[in-house]
């Protein structure tokens, strides 16, 4: 029974992280490629509001209006819309003072609250979104607009790349292997989850959601209950910063799955994660895979270690189970060798030496953190209830 559980729990785990990405690539190798939709013309273009929601972002703010401003995109046809979450800073004045178009300075309600009221006050017939401190391509608009023009598409997101990799945080490459799912994902069917820093929701689609849950996680696949496809668009681009280290990673990410729990969690019967009904097999194979069991991988990985010690304790361990079992120890071992973090080095260069050598097993302690966020946030919220809506920019990344 030790072995059963052990290889079940370890198979499951391999399945959704690689697994499902190979099984994924090589379906969409049999099908043809995407024929992109032909480029509109200037007075075809939809009138687009892009809305940046803001809480504490004076230092970012201008830079992000300016960002929106040099769109290529027809200004007539363009509204900027920041939304101020009861930020108590010089976030309102500085928008205002780089051009936004309509600036809501509103009671502190959260991020969600915020998007809902520059939607209520929007005219566009396409919403984009973005975060403060993320910068767009020039052509990173016409991108992402370019796929409603098939009118199945509700959602479309556009691609993030992060930058300031001189610190100990490992997300930049976890990010391009998530983003290489995405990619076959919304071949095969539509994507799972989006990301903050750009992405555009169809006027007629756009759904109010629990405000403790980031559209990301919500929009997706409760749009792809309602018959529409979300969809992933490699060539509309923008650039964030991320968290120098992946010890302040951690803390983000576990204020993150904290969250999203609350989703997760919820009650099927009221829009939860868990929910199965409305969605094609498909797509319900990928949030299985990509999102279910992603979840619950720090209950499997615990599982699967128990099960593993306990079938070496028993002596019915063959060599393959021995071997299983000390590539999840190196796995902890690697991310606890210490040092990782350290006194700065003397140099950018000597920093950037001391990095790379260490990779391996800042991947390892990146995996191991990142895992272990799930659970600390699911706790956290079993603990401390649910988290109220506010929010904050995380640290070093502005």
């Known amino acids: 029974m030790a072995r059963l ?7 499951l785990l391999a399945w959704t992280q690689a697994g499902y990405a190979v099984a994924r690539a090589l379906l969409a190798r049999r099908r043809p490629a995407p024929v992109p939709p ?68 509103l009671p502190r309600g959260g991020k969600v609250r915020a998007q809902d009221a520059a939607v209520d006050r929007a005219r566009g017939a396409l919403l984009a979104f973005s975060d403060a401190n993320a910068s767009w391509s020039p ?29 100990t945080n490992q997300e930049g490459i976890y990010w391009r292997y998530e983003m290489w799912i995405r990619g076959h994902e919304s071949a095969l069917a539509s994507v799972t989850a989006g990301n903050g820093a750009i992405y ?26 309602r018959g529409w496809r979300a969809v992933d668009v490699p060539a509309a681009r923008a650039t964030e910063r991320m968290v120098p280290s992946v010890e302040g990673e951690w803390r983000r990410k576990r204020r993150m799955m904290a969250r999203m ?13 868990l929910d199965p009904r409305g969605l094609p097999p498909r797509y319900l194979l990928a949030l299985a895979s990509h999102r279910w069991l992603r979840y619950a991988s720090p209950a499997l990985h615990v599982v699967a270690l128990t099960a ?31 040092g990782l973090s350290g006194a700065p080095a003397s140099s950018d260069r000597g920093r950037a030496r001391r990095v790379a050598r260490a990779k391996p097993f800042l991947l390892c302690r990146y995996y191991v953190l990142m895992t272990a966020s799930i659970a600390a946030g699911g706790l956290d919220r079993l ?6 809506a506010g929010w904050a920019p995380a640290e070093g990344t502005r």
């Open 261 to 273: 729990w609350g989703i997760v969690a919820r009650d099927p019967r009221a829009g939860g994660l």
């Open 5 to 11: 559980v052990f290889w079940s729990s370890a198979l």
């Open 139 to 167: 052509d990173a608009l016409r991108h992402l607009a370019a796929p409603f023009a098939d009118p199945k598409v509700g959602f479309a997101c556009g691609r993030v790349a992060f930058v300031n990799d001189a610190g």
């Open 38 to 105: 032909p480029a509109r013309p200037a007075g075809d273009l939809p009138f687009v509001s892009l809305i940046v929601a803001a809480y504490a972002e004076e230092a970012v703010i201008a830079d992000k209006v300016a960002d929106a401003l040099a769109l290529d995109w027809p200004r007539e046809r363009l509204e900027v819309i920041v939304a101020v979450d009861g930020s108590i800073d010089a976030t309102a004045e500085r928008a205002r003072a780089a051009g936004a178009d309509l600036v809501l300075e």
């Open 308 to 338: 593993g010690v306990a079938a070496v304790a028993g002596g019915r361990a063959s060599r393959m189970d021995r071997g299983l079992l000390a590539a999840q120890l190196a796995l902890l071992t690697g991310a606890g060798v210490p």
């Open 200 to 225: 555009a929701v169809r006027r007629d689609a756009y759904l109010r959601s629990d405000p403790r849950v980031s559209h990301d996680l919500a929009l997706p696949f409760q749009l792809v209950k």
């Open 383 to 388: 603990r401390d209830g649910a988290p109220d």
